[in-house]
């Protein structure tokens, strides 16, 4: 089979329409990443693996994320930004290489998702155990809290399709998630503007804890080494339980389980 170029490339798998929505793209993905993976897919284009083989890998990449955080020091901290990085790269790839080889499924959509739920959840709790010198602690209990605070997050925007589907509806519009009440709408703008809740997913944690790890290591991190860790295991646990009441409000204030 013959390689495309990158403008032929282009027009299939980044389309506008995808990477111009509002919640379409990630801006990791805007700035660098769909330039770098737009440029892996046209070498993998006849690649004998398939879109969701290279899914799998994905969340393979994106587990020895929340692993190599158990590497005590930096290098565990570097590691674990450097995994994400891939598992970022190949989020990118799988779906770029679907379209171009129309190979698009439910099962990838499905593996696309429970492998975003695990990577969250394995990153904080690697985070955890790291901020307790791998034993078992407050703060891992603070990584599991962080964990399943965001797992719990994304099963509240994922059962919102639950519910529609369940009642005859079609998926919900992205203009549906602007509030009905104008005090909740504001409140939802000004969370915006300063986007803390961004923390909690997953590539911003990455560069949370690399952050921490180069402060540790030029401040020796207090008495335990790693203050500036243990720091970041709060501050996301904390986000990530405000924003399992927060976002829950969001929905139920929003016209997304309208008819």
Known sequence: MSTPTLDELRLVVQPPEKMQRRSGEHWAG????????????????????????????????????????????????????????????????????????????????????????????????????????????????????????????KSETDLVDVARARSGLVAVAESASVPRSATVAKARLLASAFKVHRLIVVIETSLLVLLAGLLDTATGGGASGLFYTRLAVAILAGIALAMVFLHFVSIVMSSRLKG
């Open 30 to 153: 805007r700035l660098y990443m769909r330039w770098i993976s737009l440029r892996v897919t046209r070498l993998l284009v006849n690649s004998p693996i398939s879109a969701n083989g290279y899914t799998y890998l994905m969340i393979v990449a994106g587990m020895a994320a929340g692993a190599a955080l158990l590497i005590p020091g930096l290098v565990g901290a570097i590691l674990g930004a450097l995994l994400i990085q891939v598992y970022l790269l190949l989020d990118c790839v799988d779906g770029e290489l679907a379209r171009w080889r129309k190979q698009t499924s439910i099962i990838g959509v499905y593996l696309d998702r429970i492998g975003a739920y695990g990577v969250e959840a394995a990153f904080l709790v690697g985070l955890g155990f790291r901020a307790d010198h791998l034993h078992s602690g407050p703060w891992t209990v603070l990584g599991f809290t962080a964990a399943v605070g965001v797992l719990i997050v």
